[in-house]
């Protein structure tokens, strides 16, 4: 294994934790970050389930806003030097753009870090699920016209599946 070559990905909470991951690390060459959260005040105001997940904090955003804070990768946005990937379905109301591949790209962007974000019009949080392969081949550039994602973010890497 090729430690200088290691990439991660996650999709849904992996997304939320893929987030969080590169905000704490430099180990990674490259992460994809599908159907995530970058900020939880925002997902808890957007998502489409948020009133049903008391557990997850103790009080709601507009209570305890720091603890929403602490918790948010978007809050470790300076620490980010690893290329980021961020796939989104437009119509994903579970992990709305606006609370996490939106703002991850918006920053890394305005601090110049490679940032690539693929958006599917009309799609939901089903979005990778429905086709793994689909998903594979997107992300490691087997799709015939598409160079590799991973590539365009950083041209040394080379995708093998």
């Not at 992460?31 to 900020?39: C, E, L, Y």
């Not at 990768?73 to 437009?90: A, D």
């Not at 979005?127 to 950083?154: E, F």
Request: one cysteine or more.
């Amino acid at each position: 294994i090729d430690t200088n070559k290691l990439g991660v990905t996650g999709g849904s909470g992996g997304g939320l934790l893929t987030n969080w991951t590169i905000g704490q690390t430099t180990r990674f060459a490259a992460a994809v970050s599908q159907r995530d959260i970058a900020n939880w005040a925002d997902w808890w105001y957007s998502a489409d389930f948020t009133l049903f997940q008391p557990n997850w904090f103790k009080a709601p955003p507009f209570e305890d806003p720091e603890d929403y804070k602490a918790r948010s990768p978007i809050t470790y946005i300076k620490n980010v030097k690893t290329p980021l990937m961020v796939i989104l379905g437009e119509s994903d109301y579970r992990t709305p753009p606006g609370a996490g591949g939106e703002e991850m790209f918006r920053a890394l962007k305005f601090r110049k870090i490679p940032t690539v974000m693929v958006r599917f019009p009309n799609e939901s949080h089903e979005l990778s699920r429905l086709s793994m392969t689909a998903g594979i081949s997107l992300i490691s550039g087997k799709t015939g016209a598409h160079r590799a994602p991973l590539q365009l973010l950083d041209p040394s890497f080379s995708a093998t599946c």
